[in-house]
């Protein structure tokens, strides 16, 4: 079983769809969360953070946190086609780790 | 403000042949750096991380190696290239204490043929 799971999509949805992207994991020990956007071709770029549980609200995009599920969520209202990415979750047990776990990542297309 | 440079953007190499890529950092002293490669359907593989000058760790044993020779500085290196070894190698940074998540660079595409 791998660390942390993530459904690669593709996932399509209409210009102003609510998102929902998430991920699972094992490791009871992870306290640190994060989201990552990708385009093609690029490098990942961090868009959210969340620590331990609880929600965490950016603009249109919201990241919720359920420790006791193992369950990571990244929310998006009102889409927008430039949204279309790839989102990679990460996760960390200590705010000092050397490494973060990534997931595979979710393949997001919003559709104008 | 921090930036993270990496190149080049694209290389395609013969089986065999040696391989280096360079990651500098500028804007911050004393970062940890990080070598990713990303594969298709495989999600981000840590390959090597540094905590300082010359101080490496490797995740996975293969036939590529990383130096740091200088703090902001970070090298990616193959003495004979595998068909394997092609993917998409991400360079990041994160400051050794307090901060959350990389920074990534912009990555570097390598085809082996």
């Known amino acids: 079983q791998k660390e942390v799971e993530q459904d690669p999509g593709p996932l399509s949805v209409p210009e102003g769809a609510i998102v929902s992207l998430n991920c699972t994991y094992s490791?009871?020990?992870?306290?640190?969360f994060m989201w990552y956007r990708q385009y093609s071709r690029k490098g990942p770029e961090l868009l959210m953070y969340?620590?331990?549980?609880g929600n965490k609200e950016d603009g249109r995009f919201t990241a919720q946190v359920d420790k006791s599920s193992k369950y990571i969520s990244l929310f998006i209202r009102d889409s927008q086609p430039s949204d279309s990415a790839t989102y990679l979750c990460a996760m960390s047990g200590t705010s000092g780790t050397y490494k973060y776990i990534f997931g595979t990542g979710t393949r997001l297309k919003v559709l104008a | 403000s921090q930036t993270i440079h990496q190149w080049p953007a694209t290389l395609v190499q013969p089986v065999g042949s040696p391989l280096s890529l360079e990651c500098t950092v500028e804007?911050?002293?004393?970062?940890?750096l990080y070598w990713y490669r990303q594969a298709a359907g495989r999600g981000l593989q840590l390959l090597f991380y540094s905590v300082g000058i010359g101080q490496i760790s490797s995740e996975v044993p293969q036939n590529l190696s990383a130096s740091r020779p200088q703090d902001r500085q970070f090298i990616l290196s193959s003495k004979k290239l595998l068909l394997s070894d092609s993917g998409f190698y991400l360079c990041?940074?994160?400051?050794?204490?307090?901060?959350?998540?990389?920074?990534f660079g912009s990555g570097t595409r390598l085809t082996v043929v």
């Open positions: 490791n009871s020990a992870f306290q640190y």
């Open positions: 969340t620590y331990s549980s």
């Open positions: 990041a940074w994160k400051r050794d204490r307090g901060s959350h998540g990389y920074t």
């Open positions: 804007g911050t002293s004393n970062p940890n």
